[in-house]
């Protein structure tokens, strides 16, 4: 980040027009500044002076300052590469798409505002100083760009230790993190793999962490993270899913580096970020040879030959071609996936995950690079890799039948990465059989702070006393993002039991409403607060917050849902806001399934019935995936008479999820008084298993 001037400025700013979605914009200089006519939050043009720039290479953006302290990311981007590959000119980040004032990837709303979306990682210790009162920004930063204290601290001491020189006897030069996981290791490559071991383990994750605070896909919850603090104090990192992950731990969205590189087997083995990044310099180790910063580890004799690649030299086929293919983000800038995995093009038939192989062999099916891979490996390669859970990922995405248990296998499989068992942890669904709950309670109490994180997510479809219980050791977790978690999760002071536990409650739960304090500026944070207070008693408090939510952004359609569940729980009287409300989000949203669904349940207690199951199977057709919002349309259809219509829509529950408990029951109960009771007696017989099992 730079202040915009002529020697930062790298777009064209000469008069230029760029027309998008029916508007013509014109970049253009006046006084020696730079700015830009376009269309602002109203859809009318208006001129906005150009503050700052954002970006190098291969594209700058630019970020204008509005109210309140507000600065927001120009979409429209220069384009910094050659003119031979296609560069010196303007590009909308959202080509294809239509993104105009209405929408919410607009420029003037939040998810282009730079004190919350990028500051924090573009800038050098920043505090965002939002104030909830008064709607304003006051942010500030140390260095306007990243410098050494982004990753070393507090430089003071430092400082002070340098301008002693010679006289000065402190070995840690005054620095306040200590990045030197590396020092005095060495890696011993072996003749006969061809890959390098280190001379001993890796027993922290400072310097990973250090470099996660950016290379990550996180939310932030706290200022003033510091190289060598917890990284899980400031952040909660985003785990394996969709639309972020695809079901293998392939990059899809933008998730930067750390969750990827947390898949690898390099990461298991004890290799840093900077084993392959110099990271004063912004090279790569192993100078500028293709596959250089590779062969600091892996003998080239054997990997960098056509036995091993299976292409000729000519084809130009380097290491990170097959084990680091890329993804283009923002249009132009080609980032590698990290995972550093083995290619799997036999998952991209079943899956329909990519793959390295089809990404330069277009013109052929994955079949054909499966078999190809199986010809190299002398026949199965079902197990070939180290990241091997992308079966359960995927069958949990898609509700197919056996995903539960798949989920447990991962969970507990300590041979795979953290991240993905943590993701498998928060994907299982309670109060299911007895093993499940049992990976729950072991997630929880885990030594890895992304498994407890990825189980406290799963209590969430526990009962509430059932879920207390398991909570209250997590709300003295000792990482914040946990006990915040656990604070947010926890379904209300009557279940506390002990004054030990009102004692660490109170303490969490000043800790969430501080988090939620500190992103007041997001509609997110203000439905979260707003739900936890109405939970917690406050119903005023909690109606305050969600609708402050959603005039902040109208596009957050988790807020309606929620305050349609706050006005429910005041009583009949109160339907009809509900209703109100939902509709309000309809009318902006018409294909969230969520809203549909929530809408059809306030419908059922307004007596509507027969709307109450169209909308209901609205949302089903919207989310078909969705059990939940299957059992639901199956009651409400039964409930209505459409019988037929009830059991089979049951029957697909099964079909996805065998032990489901709810379909299980209802079909007994339903197949019963339909005068079919050994039918009925089947699923009945299969629900008292289930339950036995609970009791072993």
Known sequence: MAQATSQTVLGNFANVAFDYAGIRSQFFTRDGKFYVRTDGSDGQLATFEIRYTFGVYPL????????????????????????????????????????????????????????????????????????????????????????????????????????????????????????????????????????????????????????????????????????????????????????????????????????????????????????????????????????????????????????????????????????????????????????????????????????????????????????????????DTSSLGHQRFADALSASEHGAAGAQAMLRALASDTSQPAIARATALAQLIGPGDRPTLTAMVKGLDAPSPLLRLGALRSLLTLPPEQRAQLIVPRLSDSVRTVRVDAAGMYPGRTWVTDDNQKVALDRAVQEFVAVQRYNADRADARARLGTFLAVQGDIGGGESELLNAIRRDPFFIPAYANLADVYRAQGPAHDTDAEQILRRGLSLVPGNAALHYALGLTLVRLGRKGAAVTELERATTLAPTDLHFLYTYAVGLYSTGNVTASLKTLDRILAMDENNRDALAALASYLNEQGHPDLAKRYANRLRVLQLQDLQ
Request: aromatic content about 8%.
């Open 60 to 379: 700058q953006q630019y970020l204008i300052a509005l109210s309140n302290g507000r600065i927001q990311a120009l979409p429209i981007a220069w384009d910094a590469r050659p003119k031979a590959q296609g560069g010196q000119h303007w590009f909308h980040l959202n080509a294809g798409e239509r993104v105009t004032s209405t929408d919410e990837l607009h420029w003037t709303r939040p998810s282009q505002n730079w004190n919350y979306m990028c500051a924090d990682c573009h800038s050098t210790a920043v505090r965002k100083n939002y104030d909830a009162a008064t709607d304003q920004f006051k942010t500030q930063w140390a260095e306007i760009s990243v410098g050494c204290e982004a990753c070393h601290g507090p430089g003071s001491q430092h400082l002070a230790w340098a301008a002693k020189g010679a006289a000065s006897s402190d070995s840690s030069h005054g620095l306040a993190a200590h990045l030197d996981e590396r020092r005095g290791v060495h890696w011993t490559v072996s003749a006969a793999t061809g890959n390098a071991v280190r001379s001993r383990p890796r027993s922290t994750d400072r310097e990973i962490e250090t470099c996660a605070q950016c290379h990550s896909r996180r939310a932030q919850i706290a200022d003033g993270y510091e190289a060598g603090k917890s990284y899980y104090d400031y952040y909660r990192p985003a785990l394996l899913e969709s639309p972020l992950y695809h079901a293998d731990g392939q990059q899809r969205g933008e998730v930067y580096e750390w969750g990827s590189f947390l898949q690898s087997k390099m990461y298991s083995r004890g290799v840093t970020c900077s084993d392959c990044h110099e990271p004063h310099s912004g090279t790569l180790r192993g100078g500028d040879r293709p596959g250089g910063v590779c062969a600091t580890c892996h003998l080239p004799a054997k990997y960098e030959t056509p036995t091993h690649q299976h292409h000729p030299a000519s084809a130009g086929v380097t290491c990170v071609s097959c084990h680091m293919p890329t993804t283009t983000y923002m249009t132009v800038d080609a980032r590698r996936d990290h995972s550093l995995r083995i290619p799997r093009p036999d998952l991209s038939v079943r899956l329909g995950v990519p793959n390295a192989c089809t990404s330069c062999h277009t013109s052929r099916p994955a079949s054909w690079a499966a078999e190809r891979i199986a010809a190299w490996r002398g026949g």
